[in-house]
């Protein structure tokens, strides 16, 4: 059945390391997004992208990279740069008629950095 | 710019009451307005929108909102709530004269609902 699939679901990474959280979709949905969740900060977004090869920065891109080669996945790298990695990481996707659609959210991953 | 607010971190209500969960928002335009619920350690569940039309939209899970442009609301409600209803709550709101696919969230409203 069709869905978004995020792993790991839980990740733990020392401090200096990069680590990427991988998002695969099969809903052949067009815009895929990353979201930070915090606590009392509700979702802040990271990174979107309307289409294959395309992406845009949100409102807290620092510290994050993403790639989108394949229209299915949209992983996510948080960097050695990001200074308080530490969350709930959400992606998610949506319609080509983005505008009035909903949005479809994986199980989310949580990271902790030791 | 656009912006969402849900003015209550928490509301509690007994079960087998009215409940109504919140929501404000700020868009140049008419605005496209959704309602999201999150179970513990999981993603976001889409409960409903408004984008035209009547005022008042129906959900799932027996929720609804009304949508008031003079007041810019988007107030979440459900005639009758239930244990099960207690989970955290998000607002969204997307403006359709800025960038098609940002959509900015709330900051969430915690629903318990007690026995």
């Known amino acids: 059945d069709g869905g978004i699939t995020q792993s790991p679901k839980y990740l733990f990474r020392k401090e200096g390391q990069n680590v990427t959280l991988s998002c695969e979709q099969n809903l052949n949905h067009d815009a895929m997004y990353w979201y930070r969740q915090d606590p009392g900060q509700g979702l802040r977004l990271i990174y979107y992208?309307?289409?294959?090869?395309?992406?845009q920065k949100g409102d807290i891109a620092e510290g994050y990279s993403v790639s989108r080669e394949k229209k299915e996945s949209f992983p996510l790298t948080v960097t050695s740069a990001q200074k308080n990695p530490t969350a709930f990481y959400l992606c998610?996707?949506?319609?080509?008629?983005?505008?009035?659609?909903?949005?479809?959210f994986g199980e989310g991953s949580r990271l902790t950095v030791l | 710019a656009q912006s969402v607010a849900q003015p209550e971190d928490q509301v509690n209500v007994a079960e087998g009451n009215p409940l109504t969960v919140k929501c404000t928002y700020s868009?140049?335009?008419?605005?496209?307005l959704f309602w999201y619920v999150q179970y513990p350690n999981r993603g976001l569940q889409f409960l409903l929108k408004y984008i035209t039309g009547d005022n008042l939209v129906k959900g799932s899970y027996g929720f609804e909102a009304e949508f008031n442009k003079s007041q810019t609301s988007f107030h979440l409600k459900k005639p009758s709530a239930l244990v099960s209803d207690s989970a955290l709550y998000f607002c969204?709101?997307?403006?359709?004269?800025?960038?098609?696919?940002?959509?900015?969230f709330g900051s969430g409203t915690r629903l318990s609902i007690r026995p």
């Open positions: 998610a996707s949506g319609a080509i008629d983005v505008n009035t659609g909903e949005l479809f």
């Open positions: 969204a709101v997307r403006d359709p004269l800025s960038s098609a696919s940002k959509i900015i």
């Open positions: 868009v140049s335009g008419n605005p496209y």
């Open positions: 992208s309307q289409i294959v090869n395309d992406f």
